[in-house]
């Protein structure tokens, strides 16, 4: 998912989880990146950050990560809560690899939402520096 179209100025979004072939196997991993106030919270799978709770249905996915990023110059432990929404009646399904071929199971829409809160633990406790919403001009869930 991607967005900047935020009622706050400054703000933009984009997140991404999939399976990753390694070595014989496979992990989930996702980068997710946050710009808010000129500042870039970043949660991935490289920085240490966790998936830690991650549920997607056809019109609705709730995702948390949490893990450590910069802020105000200083490494701090923070989460990020999204929840994105979408209309099912207003979805195209799109081509996508699947092993050796090509098939329809891209749920693609243009009139998606997403929910965003970051929460940033500082003294031992968490406070709220971010939350908002935005339109997401395209969104895409995969089938399983």
Not at 38 to 58: K, Q
Not at 97 to 104: D, F, G, K, V
Request: charged share 20%; aromatic share 6%.
């Amino acid at each position: 998912m991607q967005t900047n179209h935020f009622e706050r100025q400054g703000i933009s979004l984009i997140a991404s989880v999939a399976r990753i072939p390694w070595l014989g196997s496979a992990f989930r991993g996702f980068i997710v990146g946050l710009l808010c106030d000129g500042e870039l919270y970043r949660f991935a799978s490289y920085t240490g950050a966790t998936i830690d709770h991650l549920h997607v249905t056809a019109d609705k996915v709730v995702w948390e990560v949490s893990g450590p990023v910069m802020h105000a110059g200083q490494r701090r432990r923070a989460r990020l809560c999204l929840v994105a929404h979408r209309d099912e009646e207003a979805v195209d399904l799109l081509h996508a690899p699947a092993r050796t071929a090509m098939l329809q199971r891209v749920l693609e829409s243009l009139t998606a939402t997403v929910d965003v809160s970051l929460h940033i633990d500082g003294a031992g406790r968490e406070s709220a520096l971010f939350t908002g919403a935005a339109a997401m001009p395209v969104s895409n869930w995969v089938v399983k």
